[in-house]
Every structure is written in C-alpha cells, then in structure tokens.
C-alpha cells in the first residue's frame, strides 16, 4: 500500500502563488506514475497534471504554462508549483499515486486533499 500526505494549501490571491507537496510513504517502489487533480464544488474531479517515473509531464490545458509539477524522487515528494493563480482555480486539491507490480493492474492512491482558495 502507498499513503499520501498532501500539504501547502491555502488562501491566495488572484495572480499570486501557492506550492503543494504530497510525501509519499510505503509501497514506494511500485508507484509509477503520480499526479494531482482537482475538484471543485459541483463539479467532477478533474486531472491537472501528471509525472511519470521517468520524469516527462502533462498538464491539463487550463494550466498549461502556470503550473509546474516536480518529484523529488530521494524524498518520495511530488509538488505542485501554482503560479499566476486564477479564482477557477478554487478547489480541493488531490495527490494521486498510479501503482502496479510486475506490469499487474493499475492501482490509485488518494490523499486526503488539500483546499486551495483563490480569492479574486
């Protein structure tokens, strides 16, 4: 099994910035891929960005050149670098942690999420 814990969240103001972490412990080596999602009041979870093991990243359109997401693969830590933060960007923000074994299914990881409030 792999825990999450995210931190970093908070009340920002529109255009300003705000980092998350999400430290993962546990089943570590099985972890591939990890991300954060997102979801706000009345609304689906929706995927923002994504790293791979390996480094390469993805990003959802809406914050595609303002946010950054990192791994610290020596302390088991993924952020989420926020800049330039918009009121839609107001939700409850969610690590996430894609695990399989020996190319097994593919088994998520939640953390409790953590709210970020972008105040206009």
């Known amino acids: 099994q792999v825990q999450l814990v995210e931190s970093g969240g908070g009340l920002v103001q529109a255009g300003g910035s705000l980092r998350l972490s999400c430290a993962a412990s546990g089943d570590i080596f099985s972890i591939n891929t990890m991300g954060w999602y997102r979801q706000a009041p009345g609304k689906q979870r929706e995927s923002v960005a994504g790293?791979?093991?390996?480094?390469?990243?993805n990003y959802t359109g809406s914050v595609k050149g303002r946010f950054t997401i990192s791994r610290d693969n020596a302390r088991n830590t993924v952020y989420l670098q926020m800049n330039s933060v918009k009121p839609e960007d107001t939700a409850v923000y969610y690590c996430?942690?894609?695990?399989?074994?020996?190319?097994?299914?593919?088994?998520?990881?939640w953390g409790q999420g953590t709210q970020v409030t972008v105040s206009s």
């Open positions: 790293i791979t093991s390996g480094g390469t990243t």
């Open positions: 996430a942690a894609h695990t399989s074994i020996l190319g097994g299914p593919i088994r998520t990881y």
